[in-house]
């Protein structure tokens, strides 16, 4: 198999793409600027989100989707909420869930939710 990546068009694609490349250190794998504009950013691990730029205006904006993104322990999880959340709306509070997780999450520029969480323990 190859790749998995998680591709959807926004309409803020400036600040989406900066968001992710500042706030989630994504390495870009490859972008574009023929025709549209477009981006390829490995985040984490070998997953990736590719960006589409819908343009502005356009209602581009994926429904309901939660990128859920597992981080190496809980102190990641709690370092990361603190830098997020002077950034990015929380849309769930940092705290431990009932699953056995430390989580939290906030919502990208695009609108897409991010979750981001560790195994307790």
Do not use: K
């Amino acid at each position: 198999m190859g790749q998995f990546r998680v591709a959807f068009p926004t309409n803020h694609f400036d600040a989406a793409t900066a968001f992710y490349r500042t706030h989630l250190a994504a390495d870009t794998v490859t972008e574009w600027d023929e025709e549209t504009r477009g981006v390829v950013l490995q985040v984490a691990g070998e997953g990736c989100v590719e960006l589409f730029d819908a343009g502005p205006g356009t209602g581009a904006a994926p429904v309901d989707l939660i990128i859920s993104i597992e981080l190496h322990s809980t102190q990641a999880v709690d370092d990361l909420h603190a830098q997020l959340s002077l950034v990015a709306p929380v849309t769930m509070d940092l705290g431990d869930a009932s699953w056995g997780h430390r989580t939290f999450r906030v919502i990208d520029p695009s609108g897409v939710t991010l979750a981001f969480w560790a195994p307790l323990g």
